[in-house]
């Protein structure tokens, strides 16, 4: 028997991953000069300098081996010592693994929890990541809209509309990514007594949790729900330590098993030097003056935004309390879609801010602008868009 010759054999789940549009649009974009980025999600901060210290003395310590597959013991007390201080919760150790950022922690809740026959409930608009995980675990995606006049907050009653025997799961993320919407206490404890209910476990991936403004607070859903939430964290976004991939997980013992298990076959463990970095990004003062200093500086430029746009034609802000992004809505009588409003943006203002259609069919009719640039880039941006958008 003689076979037919091919140059490469490609697994047929890669072709159902769709290719982020965010990046798409940044792959434009440097094609291009002159332009100005409102898209990443990414701190322009550097990382603190007593995290940095911490990492190359862990170095010349001799933190070059492996770690145990969840991690460094010592790494995940100061986790659980971070939430009894930061939120009166008390969590065990063995509750924890350590991850190379909230991108794999999601990825192993996915992972480990669905399968076919399996159904996850995901808001839209949402971050990029969720759907994509929940199509390589086979499940069923539900999506619940995040409507404008609930403060893009998931909606209890209509949660419980979509809930069926075959519900799995519940996505949530607050501080949320793209709208900037934090969640009330009222609405988490619902959620969580729904959960509770229903016998759900709730997914809520938490990195943007101490960049909040105008007094809001942070409610980890695992206060309300401890035996039903896989609580997703990084250190990316606190820290300004994107580049480190250095994140974690808290989950009930029977889904922390088989997430160790199937992190044991994915990386083995997180960089060691790194995780002794992550004691000190939790324990050391001086890393947590840093934070607040990004949090004041991320909060002027929130309000420099608002005002800019809400002096600017065609272009709607929704006032954000939490994470570092603007979502706006686009004038219904441009009768542009969000992608084409995008384009037209880079094209004839060398401005790049994601549609709202990266993050959902609901972001239609939006676009995610981020102030994680220094202020001069911003008010710069600003007076480009303004330009622009005064011709229309």
Wanted: glycine letters at 6%; charged letters at 30%.
């Amino acid at each position: 028997m003689r076979y037919r010759k091919r140059k490469y054999f490609m697994a047929g789940r890669i072709n159902i991953l769709q290719r982020s549009k965010i990046r798409e649009l940044f792959e434009k974009a440097s094609k291009m000069e002159n332009v100005i980025s409102l898209g990443i999600g990414e701190p322009d901060f550097d990382t603190p300098q007593v995290i940095k210290e911490a990492a190359k003395k862990a170095i010349d310590d001799g933190y070059t081996h492996y770690t145990p597959n969840a991690g460094i013991p010592e790494f995940r007390e100061a986790i659980a010592e971070y939430y009894k201080e930061f939120y009166g919760v008390d969590v065990d150790i063995g509750n924890i693994i350590v991850t190379a950022g909230a991108y794999e922690a999601t990825y192993l809740a996915f992972q480990s929890i669905l399968e076919r026959g399996d159904d996850v409930i995901i808001p839209d608009p949402a971050f990029v990541c969720y759907v994509e995980d929940a199509k390589i675990a086979e499940a069923g995606i539900i999506r619940i809209p995040l409507r404008e006049e609930n403060k893009f907050r998931i909606d209890p009653d209509e949660l419980l509309e979509v809930i069926t025997k075959r519900t799995r799961m519940i996505v949530m993320n607050y501080p949320n990514n793209p709208t900037g919407a934090v969640m009330k206490k009222s609405v988490a404890k619902a959620i969580a007594d729904i959960a509770q209910d229903y016998n759900i476990y709730i997914l809520s991936d938490e990195p943007y949790e101490h960049f909040l403004y105008e007094g809001a607070k942070h409610y980890p859903m695992i206060k309300f729900a401890p035996h039903n939430t896989i609580l997703a964290n990084s250190f990316s976004k606190t820290f300004a330590m994107t580049g480190w991939r250095l994140g974690f997980a808290i989950a009930p013992e029977q889904v922390i098993r088989d997430m160790i298990k199937l992190h044991a076959y994915i990386i083995g463990n997180v960089t060691s030097f790194i995780q002794v970095a992550g004691i000190t990004a939790l324990r050391d003062r001086e890393s947590w003056n840093a934070v607040e200093r990004m949090r004041k500086v991320y909060d002027e430029r929130r309000k420099l935004v608002l005002r800019y746009l809400n002096d600017i034609p065609h272009i709607i802000p929704f006032r954000p309390k939490g994470a570092f992004y603007i979502w706006a809505k686009i004038d219904p009588e441009l009768d542009m879609t969000s992608e084409d409003f995008a384009d037209w943006l880079l094209e004839n203002a060398g401005v790049v801010v994601i549609p709202g259609t990266a993050f959902g069919k609901q972001g239609e009719g939006w676009v995610r602008i981020s102030y994680a640039t220094e202020k001069g880039k911003l008010i710069e941006a600003m007076e480009r868009i303004k330009k622009a958008l005064s011709k229309l």
